[in-house]
């Protein structure tokens, strides 16, 4: 949806509004804004928790960034699939990702 809302919003944005009268974007483009902007502003504290979590779990460092170490790897294979799938990096897609990093750090 993101994507046809970029290619068509400057065609509508274009059309001559009587006076008066607005356009404004809302809707599931403007709830979709606001769960991405309060999911990337809290997913950083997250994720500190979750390492400090696995620090205490391990009672040292250097096994917990053993087992970090292997998020970016998965963030790899993500970005492998939706490009192979011409799939845009979306809501659900970040989701998906987040899932994966989860069950990545409890099987690591």
């Given at each position: ?18 006076p008066g009268y607005s356009l404004e974007w809302g809707g599931e ?38 087992v970090w170490l292997t998020v970016p790897l998965a963030l790899i ?32």
């Amino acid at each position: 949806a993101s994507t046809l809302q970029k290619r068509l919003q400057p065609q509508i944005e274009a059309i001559q509004m009587p006076p008066g009268y607005s356009l404004e974007w809302g809707g599931e483009y403007e709830s979709s804004g606001d769960a991405q902007e309060s999911l990337f502003t809290t997913m950083p504290m997250g994720y500190l928790f979750m390492f400090l979590i696995t620090v205490f779990l391990f009672n040292s460092i250097k096994e917990p960034l053993i087992v970090w170490l292997t998020v970016p790897l998965a963030l790899i294979g993500v970005t492998t699939g939706l490009l192979a799938l011409n799939t845009p990096f979306g809501f659900m897609a970040l989701l998906g990702f987040l899932s994966l990093s989860g069950m990545v750090l409890k099987n690591g």
